[in-house]
Every structure is written in C-alpha cells, then in structure tokens.
C-alpha cells in the first residue's frame, strides 16, 4: 500500500509539473499571439454574445450560451480558488498572485481556440446526437487516424471528473463547520460522513439525472449567486482593510520579480506555484469545459470561443483574486507561519474580520462551489462514456458517480486523490495536442467570422 500511495504521489507530481505547465502556459502564449491578441480585442463582443443578443433557439445544441458558460464555470470555480489560492500564497508568496494572473489572460486564448473547435468540429453520437468536445473535434478535425488520442482523453476522463475530492472537501466542511457541535457528535465521525454523503448524493442524483438542460438551468442560477456572495464579501473586507490595500497590490507586483520568494524557492519556482494554481483552478487546456460549450445552441463556433473565454476572467482573475484579497487584508497571512492548509487560512480571514458571520459565509460558498463542480463533472463522464462505448450507455456514468461521492466522503486515501488528481492532468496532452494542429483552422474561421459582423 505504502508503494502504491508514493506511486500515485509521484505520478500527480509528474503530471503537474514543469512539462504540463510548459505545454499549457507555451500553448496559451502562442494562441494569444497567433489570433493576435484577439480575445481582448473583442472582449465586449463576447459580452453581447454571451447577453443572448445573438442567441439562435433553433440552433443545433442543447444550452443557450449563458447556460454553457454558467456550467463550465460551475465546474472549475470550486476548491481551487478557495484552498489552492492560499497554498499559492503561502509557498510562493503574494507574487504568484501576479502570475496567476498572466496565466489565466494566456488561458482565455486557449478557452477561445479549444471552445471554437468544440463547436467547429461537433461530432456525433451512437444516437446521432451532435456532441463537442477534444475528442470530437480530434477525430473530425484531425482525422480517424487520430482516434487512439481522442480515446485516450475519454478514457482519463473517466477518472479525472469523477466526485471524490470535492465530495471529500464537501464533507469535512459540512461536518466541521456548517451543523452544529451538538448534531455533528451524534454519531461517530465515520457515520456522519457517511450520513452526509448519502445527503451530497441525493441532491446531486436529482440534477445530474435531468441531464445536461438540468445541469445548465441549474448553474445558470446557482453560479452569479456563489461569485456574487463571495466576490462582496471579499470587497468588504477589503474596505474594512481599505488602509493595507496599497502595499498588498505593491507586493503582488514587487514580489513577482523577486529571486526569493517567502518561501525560499527561487523566481522560476514562483512561477510554477501561480501557474500552477491557475491551470488547477480555471482548466484551460484540460478540456473539460470544451465538452461543455459543445453543447450550445449556435451555428457560429467562433461565437462560442469568445464566450468561453470569458470563464478564465471570472475564475482566476476575479475569484482567485479575492481569495488572494481576503488572506491579505485580513492580516492572518502574516502569521501563516508556513501553515499550507488552504480551508483553514482562508476561513480564518474570514473569521478575523466577521468573527461570528465569516465561517457560515464562507461555508455556504463552499457549498455552492463544490456542489456546482459535481453537477458539471457528472456530465463531462457521461461525454467520455458515451464516445467509448456508445451513447445508449454513457447515463451507467451517472450510477458509478453518485455511489463514488458516497466513497469520497468517507476514505481518506490520499493515493487515491493523487492518482485522480495526476490523470484529470493528463487530459491536456490530447486537448493541447489536437487544439495546436488545429489552430490555422480557427484562425480562418474567426477572420472570416468578423468579417462578416463588420467587427
């Protein structure tokens, strides 16, 4: 056991590291420079899109845009801005802040070039039903020459979407801080995990189980909700703070081009921790949200890229942002003391500035993060499923998943997290691969696309 927990630590490790990050952060620059900078460029285009200005109801597809975008974000805003961030913090200091952000603007170009082709290469099911996504659009656009790549991202798909690690976070959260001392020591520790993930696991059954417009109607309405409550929680403890605000954005900047970070790694290790923290958090480039957009309704590909674009901006650029704010300001990064626990360095920001509201606000985002993210993940199984073996089987997915959140909830199996953590990594190989043959492809088409809007 001992050889297999140091394997799958090893093996996350590896799948994280330099290489990966060098194919994601290499591939975002050459699409930024490559479509010339077209995501800031068009930026308020995207918006109008997104406001349903140009929305086609009677377009191929299942969700309007907003409803694509809401899931995708749904799915990535989750632990990573709330625990990641802090780690990022504490080890790199508050310059990879800074590098978090360069990461996430280089990753709104990925979003726009591997969301477009999601759309431009749309293949179809067993059923006949038009499915996007890396796989699709590797076989389409590349060629079935190509299959063995595309299957081998459906295939790590299958384990790195499923619920363990939130419905794991989800649990000890819930357990800790949400119900009270006197509920919580009703029965023993092992019970009450398990009570709480058969709860996690009925509200989750209800939604996956309605599919995909289920899944869009939902995040539609439970995503603006979460970012909103967080994001001015956040500026209130800012303005209460509003005197530190100066030298915290000095800081970002100062330390990001420092040789010694608080940590003590050098500046290339600084990096590494916010570009890491940012493809963890915001997955441009993994090619999950790619099967999400490939469901909107919309005959223009392009459309959906600049849409997509826009997850990374709220993700990492406002959500990580205000993590980063809130540990700050607050003051209890500056007694961090090399403590990497990201949960309890954020709630306690939160506890040191609304000592009796800051954990309960914290926790309901929690809640709505962590739940979002298995609402969506339950649909990117079923994309990967159903391209394997057939669309008439991808909802037996959907059975493994829900029992899996139970699971989740009561192992503490490190090695297993590693192992999930190290494959959902590997999806970006094929995602990057197929997204870069097929750059010249999106290019035209986003020419040929302003052309025509006289944009």
């Not at 081998?152 to 000890?172: C, I, K, R, S």
């Not at 009796?356 to 914290?362: A, D, F, N, Q």
Request: glycine share 10%.
């Amino acid at each position: 056991m001992k050889s297999f927990e140091a394997f799958c630590a090893d093996f996350s490790s590896a799948a994280w590291g330099t290489p990966l990050l060098i194919l994601l952060l290499g591939g975002g620059l050459f699409f930024t420079i490559y479509s010339r900078f077209l995501p800031f460029r068009y930026f308020k285009h995207a918006i109008d899109v997104l406001r349903g200005k140009f929305d086609d109801p009677d377009a191929e597809g299942d969700i309007d845009h907003y409803e694509a975008l809401s899931g995708a974000i749904a799915a990535t805003v989750g632990m990573g801005n709330i625990s990641g961030v802090a780690v990022a913090l504490v080890t790199g200091g508050p310059g990879a802040l800074f590098w978090m952000w360069i990461s996430a603007l280089l990753g709104m170009s990925t979003k726009f070039f591997t969301c477009t082709l999601s759309v431009m290469y749309r293949g179809h099911d067993s059923h006949g039903h038009a499915e996007g996504g890396p796989m699709y659009y590797i076989e389409e656009g590349l060629g079935t020459k190509w299959k063995p790549l595309a299957m081998f991202f459906a295939a790590a798909g299958l384990l790195g979407v499923t619920p363990m690690f939130q419905a794991n976070q989800l649990t000890e959260v819930i357990r800790t801080v949400v119900l009270p001392e006197s509920v919580s020591s009703m029965a023993s520790v092992d019970m009450m995990n398990f009570i709480i993930g058969v709860c996690i696991m009925v509200v989750v059954s209800f939604v996956i189980f309605g599919g995909i417009e289920r899944i869009g109607k939902v995040a539609g309405k439970l995503v603006p909700v979460m970012v909103v409550v967080y994001v001015l929680s956040v500026l209130v403890m800012i303005g209460l703070n509003i005197e530190k605000l100066p030298g915290i954005i000095t800081s970002i900047f100062s330390e990001a081009f420092q040789f010694e970070s608080v940590g003590g790694g050098v500046l290339g290790a600084v990096i590494i921790i916010g570009a890491k923290r940012a493809a963890f958090s915001n997955e441009a480039g993994i090619g999950t949200a790619p099967m999400m957009h490939g469901a909107a309704k919309t005959e223009e590909p392009i459309r959906e890229g600049l849409v997509a674009m826009i997850g990374p901006f709220i993700d990492t650029i406002v959500v990580c942002t205000m993590t980063a704010l809130a540990i700050l300001a607050s003051g209890v990064y500056d007694s961090a003391a090399g403590d990497v626990n990201g949960v309890l360095l954020t709630t306690e920001a939160f506890k040191a500035v609304f000592p009796i509201m800051g954990p309960i606000i914290l926790s309901l985002c929690v809640l709505f993060f962590a739940l979002t993210t298995l609402f969506s993940f339950s649909y990117y199984g079923t994309k990967c499923l159903g391209y394997l073996i057939g669309a008439d089987k991808k909802h037996y997915f959907n059975y493994y998943y829900v029992v899996l959140i139970v699971v989740g909830s009561v192992i503490k199996l490190d090695a297993i997290i590693n192992l999930i953590d190290g494959v959902y990594a590997t999806m970006a190989i094929p995602t990057m691969i197929g997204a870069l043959l097929l750059a010249p492809k999106v290019r035209s088409a986003a020419i040929d696309y302003f052309n025509r809007m006289n944009l």
